[in-house]
């Protein structure tokens, strides 16, 4: 049997956040699964959307500490595979570790105990939970919708549906989108019920990679004498040896 286009999505209105959400006065109660230093929340501040932290699940410690320096008390319940359920929350956000899925990585996939295995976490959470988030979000490296792990990623969106959620799917990359970076990501926004969603329409790019940087640069920054001495004596012994630079 052919799998369907993992891309596919009605195109619809643009998604109206408040329609979905009952109590359109009330903040969204936000929880931020691998949470690192909560981007998410980031785009919350910077959209303008009153929402209340229900929560993180993290355990890097020096990720907690920036979570932390930057939002406050993130109410961390720690390890998600320790987790018995899904806080009553509005918005789920799970961007599970990608180092296994990355080509950056040695790719090991997401059986046999992986860090980025702990997606499954997420769909037991889900299993066992009473009250559902009314929307999940994920982010993740596009290897994740590629050969390698396309199937595997087909049976997630699949058990994800059987708990009535629509799931849309799509690759989008930072130049699209007002930043000066080539970086492609897979985003999934599932939405329990019938509302549709519609991913953002590109924007023009109007920064360019020296637009971010400083015009003085402390000292410290730069390398020193002994140390590009160091890298040119260790040029010149890989072109003697016919090695790699």
């Known amino acids: 049997m052919e799998q369907p286009n993992i891309f596919a999505y009605i ?41 209340v932290n229900v929560g993180t699940s993290e355990i890097d410690k020096y990720a907690i500490m920036s979570y932390e320096a930057i939002h406050g008390d993130s109410n961390n319940y720690g390890d998600i595979s320790k987790m018995k359920e899904i806080p009553i929350c509005d918005i789920f956000t799970w961007s599970f570790p990608c180092i296994d899925l990355s080509k950056a990585g040695k790719q090991k996939g997401l059986q046999g105990g992986t860090r980025s295995g702990l997606v499954y976490e997420v769909l037991r959470l889900l299993r066992e939970s009473k009250t559902l988030p009314k929307v999940l979000i994920m982010e993740n490296v596009v290897d994740l919708v590629q050969v ?25 990359n930072a130049k699209h989108y007002g930043v000066a970076q080539n970086r492609e990501r897979v985003f ?3 939405i329990l019920g019938n509302e549709h969603y519609e991913f953002p329409p590109r924007i023009r790019l109007e920064k360019r990679l020296k637009d971010y940087l400083e015009d003085e640069v402390d000292e410290k920054y730069y390398l020193s004498n002994k140390l590009i001495k160091c890298f040119e004596e260790h040029k010149e012994r890989n072109d003697t040896s016919g090695g790699g630079n």
């Open 11 to 51: 195109p619809d209105n643009q998604y109206d956040y408040k329609k979905v959400f009952s109590g359109k006065d009330k903040p969204i109660r936000l929880f931020q699964a691998f949470s690192g230093i909560g981007c998410q929340a980031m785009a919350f501040n910077r959209l303008g959307i009153p929402y």
């Open 148 to 172: 390698k792990f396309a199937a595997e990623f087909y049976e997630i969106q699949n058990e994800i549906a059987s708990f009535g959620y629509k799931n849309y799917t799509q690759v989008l």
């Open 188 to 190: 999934m926004v599932s």
